[in-house]
């Protein structure tokens, strides 16, 4: 069975103060690891895909990595507007197509 | 901007009623939806995959008498929470998929809040 877990739970952090976020998996062979944002009474937004070991994508202050069994999420010299719940999802191979299997979730507060 | 739509935001029901919830692809043909529940502090759960022209596939457990989807066209896919009652309050979040390779990320409709008094 396909697992995410996701660490910490909840993270607090200065305005400027860059950490990361960590996402473990367990998978019958990696499709595609995804990670989303939510803010509160919203439905998940797209940040970013990967697809293999070493793998890394950047949007402004977030960068994501890939290992074979764990993500990151980078967070360099956050804003209070990156607060929001960071979500990890995993899609595995011979599954269900677009099929995502996700983690609970790390909850972000970046204090000003 | 935002690539599925989902309607209403939040619906208050009484219990033994039903609800229906619609969720839109916009500006794209979406074969495949899928729908999702969200309790709080808990991970998005698949519920069941929508598929334009036949019938829904449904997740180990979800009861698909009491959570009906249509989904007639290849934008409109609607889940109706028949017989509501408490237990079924929950964030109900609809996605789509916008690309055709099937490892491509979904993306999402912004929830219903639906609460059960």
């Known amino acids: 069975e396909d697992q995410v877990t996701q660490s910490p739970e909840a993270l607090r952090l200065q305005e400027g103060e860059s950490s990361s976020l960590n996402c473990s998996y367990t998978v019958s062979g990696l499709r595609g690891l995804f990670w989303y944002r939510q803010d509160p009474g919203k439905g998940p937004e797209f940040l970013f895909t990967?697809?293999?070991a070493g793998e890394e994508k950047e949007k402004e202050r977030l960068k994501a990595t890939l290992t074979k069994k764990e993500s990151f999420l980078h967070i360099t010299a956050p804003k209070p507007e990156d607060s929001a719940t960071y979500l990890c999802?995993?899609?595995?191979?011979?599954?269900?197509?677009?099929?995502?299997?996700f983690g609970k979730g790390t909850l972000l507060t970046v204090n000003p | 901007g935002a690539v599925v739509s989902q309607h209403p935001s939040r619906v208050i029901c009484k219990s033994g009623t039903s609800v229906k919830i619609e969720c839109r692809s916009l500006?794209?043909?979406?074969?495949?939806m899928f729908w999702y529940r969200q309790f709080p502090k808990q991970s998005l759960m698949l519920m069941a995959t929508s598929n334009e022209g036949s019938k829904a596939t449904y997740e180990q457990g979800v009861e698909k008498d009491k959570f009906l989807i249509n989904h007639a066209s290849l934008t409109l896919s609607t889940l109706t929470v028949t017989s509501a009652h408490p237990e079924d309050s929950s964030f109900y979040i609809c996605?789509?998929?916008?690309?055709?390779?099937?490892?491509?990320?979904?993306?999402f409709g912004n929830g219903t809040r639906l609460t059960v008094t």
């Open positions: 996605s789509a998929p916008r690309d055709r390779p099937h490892n491509s990320p979904l993306h």
């Open positions: 990967l697809y293999s």
């Open positions: 999802a995993v899609q595995a191979r011979g599954g269900s197509n677009y099929k995502l299997t």
């Open positions: 500006d794209f043909q979406a074969t495949t």
